[in-house]
């Protein structure tokens, strides 16, 4: 049997790197997968093209899955920006600051919100948020908008985890660290330099593969993680608790 046998699970930023690493592991643990994103074409049993910054396209999108499906078990809010004009709080605009709190943690407020009813109504089930480790260590190279809204995130989640630990409602704030994806491969490719400052800082000498966030996320949705909540999961290959990296 698959850890997921019989859930149904939701997961926003569906269609690249940590969520779609995410529904592979899900669908393959048995889940019935529904992934969310922007545009069309994100994969799972059931693809929902939605702006999770708009309440009413997530508060309808759920609706939509509990029809269809019956029901929802795990909720991975996952969906997330990270763009270039968010840098120094000396040169990002109000208008950088807020596209990134809309994307980054609105869309996390809106889809517990929203989502959890349902989990309810199921009797429990898990809620993951997807943090950052940059949400518990300062950085130089600051990308302000998208650090404050990871640590919106965490506390966010916390919360909740408090909130509902009595109603069978788990949430956990995932922090992954830097992930080996097409993005962060052609910015380094093209900035050695940079790759190279921020290697020396991971203790395994390399960036997370996606499935390894997708497995980290697997734990925190099935049963094997039924006394965990409120938690800050790191999975950063030790980043966080580094101060000497091995030469």
Known sequence: MGRLDGKVCVITGAAGGIGAA?????????????GVD??????????????????????????????????????FNNAGI??????????????????V??????????????GIPYL?????????????????MGAATSQISYTASKGGVLALSRELGVEFGRRGV????????PVDTPLLRELYAKDPEQAARRLVHL?????????????????????????????????DGGLSGAYVTPE
């Open 82 to 99: 990270s763009p270039p004009d968010d840098v120094s709080v000396l040169d990002t605009s109000l208008e950088a600051w807020q596209r």
């Open 203 to 235: 203790p395994m000498g390399r960036f997370a593969e996606a499935r390894e966030i997708a497995n980290g996320v697997l734990f925190l949705a099935s049963d094997d993680s039924t006394y965990v909540t409120a938690s800050t999961f790191m999975v």
């Open 170 to 177: 788990r949430v956990n704030a995932l922090c992954p660290g």
């Open 120 to 136: 309810l109504e199921r009797g429990g089930g898990s809620v993951i948020n997807t943090a950052s480790f940059v949400a518990v």
């Open 101 to 114: 709190q809309d994307v980054n943690l609105r869309s996390v407020f809106l889809c517990c919100k929203h």
């Open 38 to 75: 922007l545009a069309a074409g994100a994969p799972g049993d059931l693809s929902l093209a939605t702006d999770v910054t708009d309440a009413a396209q997530v508060a309808a999108m759920y609706a939509r899955v509990r029809a269809e499906l019956g029901g929802i078990d795990v909720l």
């Open 22 to 34: 995410t529904a592979r592991v899900f669908a393959e643990e048995g889940a019935t997968v529904v």
